[in-house]
């Protein structure tokens, strides 16, 4: 059985840092482009970053310069570096891989392989 689990969601200051790790099992990930996703509270889910198979990333505009995808095949692990964290930051963290399309209702999950959700809250 497929499946995505995310870890290392936390309550940080703002301008702090935080690494969330997301480990796959049960299908080829390093065949498989990885994102990561976000959903706030009474917000739909907000694509994040991309890593593809080959190596490309891509990001958001809000995150750009501040983010960093990553990830270990070797590990079957990716990775979201945050740094400089800001209060809009928070929500829960989504990570997804292979085909996806998101579901209509706005929430993050859909086609595609998904995890279950790490949560990140940035405040004083």
């Known amino acids: 059985e497929a499946q995505l689990v995310e870890s290392g969601g936390d309550s940080v200051q703002p301008g702090g840092s935080l690494r969330l790790s997301c480990t796959a099992s049960?299908?080829?990930?390093?065949?498989?482009?990885v994102a990561w996703y976000r959903q706030a509270p009474g917000n739909k889910c907000e694509w994040v970053a991309t890593?593809?198979?080959?190596?490309?990333?891509g990001y958001t505009n809000s995150v750009k310069g501040r983010f960093t995808i990553s990830r270990d095949n070797a590990k079957n692990t990716a990775y979201l570096h945050m740094n400089s964290l800001k209060p809009d930051d928070t929500a829960s963290y989504y990570c997804?891989?292979?085909?996806?399309?998101?579901?209509?209702?706005?929430?993050?999950?859909?086609?595609?392989?998904w995890g279950q959700g790490t949560q990140v809250t940035v405040s004083t």
């Open positions: 997804a891989a292979g085909h996806r399309v998101l579901s209509p209702d706005g929430s993050c999950s859909g086609s595609g392989y």
């Open positions: 049960g299908f080829a990930f390093g065949a498989a482009s």
């Open positions: 890593a593809g198979s080959g190596g490309s990333t």
